[in-house]
């Protein structure tokens, strides 16, 4: 699928892109004139439940159910977002972040594999259509898909890892107990492989894989086996079905749905949300240029492991081994780490939005 190259691929005066990022046959003669800020307000976030609520935009119309973006000012300090500069938020989701960058004058490219996100977020961000481009795909696929629209190299990439809000509290896709809905849990829901197809084919080996490796569920095997004796006398077919089955064998301990560790694991094997991780951080490095940034906020440990191996590994400039008789050059060494440690957001930031409390920003940037 070719994305038309759009006339914010070329700066007014014709300089490329401090990345680079453009290739010459994509440059266009036609004049493009940029204002770093069309609206000049500031996003008012309603601060309620969670962060989410009714959130307004620059143009004051009512944008529900997307959350406010979580750290937000430590991204915007990581990225310095400014007038020619360019950005691959590879989570569009309700386009938050894109938002925050786009209003400080850079370039965005919204990825998101959702459908509706990329409606909803270009419907959002409309009034800044010259310098944003959204594109639906998998940011596993970031590289190709940036190639399609004539793009090589990036300023900056950003990750906010997971679902959104919106996704959750959707009732028809399935991604949670709270709602009576088909099991079905896809992010992208052009892709066949369902929650309910996961539970009702899969084997009892895989599913208590999944529940173990991806849920953290102790009782993943008997959960496994229950769902397996259940769906021998009738199809599973829907959220609260799921959520009592675990019921039966998980005991409720605290205020959290005894099935919440059991639909964590099911989301991330319907998404193979490791997998596209992992794959997605390996492209990163090629697409940014010497300087440019690489944020990754994430919610639980299994995914923040995998960023911050990525980072290690990466950011290493020298190979120890107790058999090597002095250490060596690190051939993947290409990034550098402003803190080792993952930064939280602040006590004011989780006061005002609770899903913010789990998040973990761990930031890099690309040497030469
Ligand atoms: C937490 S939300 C992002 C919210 C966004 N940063 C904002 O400020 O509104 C995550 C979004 O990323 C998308 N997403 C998750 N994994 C993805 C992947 N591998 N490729 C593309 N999009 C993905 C989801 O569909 C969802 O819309």
Redesign the pocket.
């Known amino acids: 699928m070719i994305i038309p190259i759009k006339p914010w691929l070329e700066l007014a005066d014709g300089r490329p892109l401090t990345g680079g990022g453009i290739r010459p046959k994509d440059f266009r003669s036609s004049a493009l004139v940029l204002s770093s800020d069309p609206v000049g307000e500031e996003m008012d976030v309603a601060r309620n439940s969670g962060g989410m609520g009714t959130v307004f935009s620059t143009e004051g119309h009512r944008m529900e159910f997307?959350?406010?973006?979580?750290m937000?000012a430590e991204i915007r300090q990581a990225f310095e977002p400014v007038e020619g500069k360019q950005f691959l938020?590879?989570?569009?989701?309700?386009?938050?972040?894109?938002?925050?960058l786009l209003r400080h004058g850079a370039h965005v490219i919204g990825?998101?594999?959702?459908g509706?996100?990329i409606d909803y977020?270009s419907e959002r961000l409309e009034a800044y259509s010259d310098r944003f481009l959204p594109v639906r795909?998998?940011?596993?696929?970031?590289k190709s898909l940036l190639h399609e629209v004539g793009v090589d190299t990036v300023d900056g990439v950003?990750?906010?890892?997971?679902?959104?809000?919106?996704?959750l509290d959707d009732g028809e896709r399935g991604f949670s107990f709270r709602e009576e809905a088909e099991l079905d849990m896809r992010?992208?829901q052009r892709q066949p492989l369902t929650a309910k197809a996961i539970v009702n084919d899969w084997s009892l080996e895989e599913l208590t894989r999944i529940f173990r490796e991806y849920g953290e569920e102790k009782k993943a095997y008997r959960v496994a086996q229950e769902i397996v004796k259940q769906r021998e006398l009738n199809v599973i077919e829907t959220t609260t079905e799921l959520a009592s089955i675990v019921a039966k064998v998980v005991p409720k301990v605290s205020a959290k749905n005894p099935a919440t560790r059991v639909f964590q694991g099911l989301r991330i094997a319907v998404?193979?949300?490791l997998e596209?991780?992992e794959r997605?951080l390996e492209s990163v490095i090629e697409l940014l240029v010497p300087g440019g940034v690489l944020a990754v906020?994430s919610?639980h440990s299994l995914e923040d492991r995998i960023v911050k191996q990525f980072m290690r590994k990466h950011s290493q400039e020298f190979l120890d081994r107790p058999e090597w008789p002095e250490p060596r050059p690190n051939p993947d060494y290409c990034l550098e780490l402003p803190s080792r440690r993952a930064i939280a957001p602040t006590s004011e930031e989780v006061a005002r939005n609770a899903r913010s409390r789990s998040a973990k920003l761990r930031c890099a940037v690309r040497l030469s």
């Open positions: 997307y959350h406010e973006p979580i937000g938020d590879g989570t569009l989701g309700g386009g938050g972040h894109s938002e925050m990825l998101d594999q959702d509706d996100a977020a795909g998998n940011f596993a696929e970031m950003l990750l906010d890892l997971g679902v959104s809000s919106r996704q992010m992208d998404n193979r949300e596209v991780l997605g906020l919610f």
